[in-house]
């Protein structure tokens, strides 16, 4: 059987000088996770026509949609608060049409941080634009090392019982990592809440007609190494990659 190719959307990088040298990047965890779950990894590029980006897609058994900077609001019909950050109007495009090519031809899509938000923005839902200001008695969404990718809890979750997700991390309380202020708002067409924190914040969703899409607000890829049932997510949708 050969190995599973999954692609991972990368993300512009802004510390090009001089700009004209610009570069795409990817987080080396996802990649160290994707080959941990048993797939072989490939990176997406940002920026790429839609032909091509079709192209690259059907040559894909699986989707990783990776973390990065806020979705603009005009991709979910509200005005900008003000408190965006690193937005990127070329990138939410790639990355909404890779998640809707993703949900309409149910190729397995494992959505992370960003990526959870991309998938309900790509199947019609909005998005929370800054938990601090926005969400009333939320707590800390932040890892608490600041500037660390940091592998540790920073708060608790419920995982549906009956879920893909509990399938894969088990039902009820997981303790993730967490570095985000933003969150799903109102839920996207076909898809269902699978996570919760102790806030209400939507933590994880899945379509649950879909051979495996499954999204998570936290960070897997940085604790895949070291904690086995995180590492079961990359498992999960590389096996779901090679019965596709
Ligand atoms: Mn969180």
Redesign the pocket.
Known sequence: MSLPVIGITGRPDRSARPPSLSLFAIGQPYVRAVELGGGAPVVVPPYVEETRLRAIFEHLDGLILSGGGDISPVFYGEENDGLLWLVDERRDRTEILLARWALADKLPLLAICRGIQVLNVAAGGTLVQDIPTQVTNAVS?SSPVAGRPVPKV??TVEVTAGSRLAALVGAGELD?N?A?HQAVKTVGAGLSTTAR?TDG?I?GMEAPDHPFCVGV??HPEVMAESYPEVRRLFEGLVEAAQSK
């Open positions: 969404h920073a708060h993730v967490s985000h924190a914040i933590e607000q936290w």
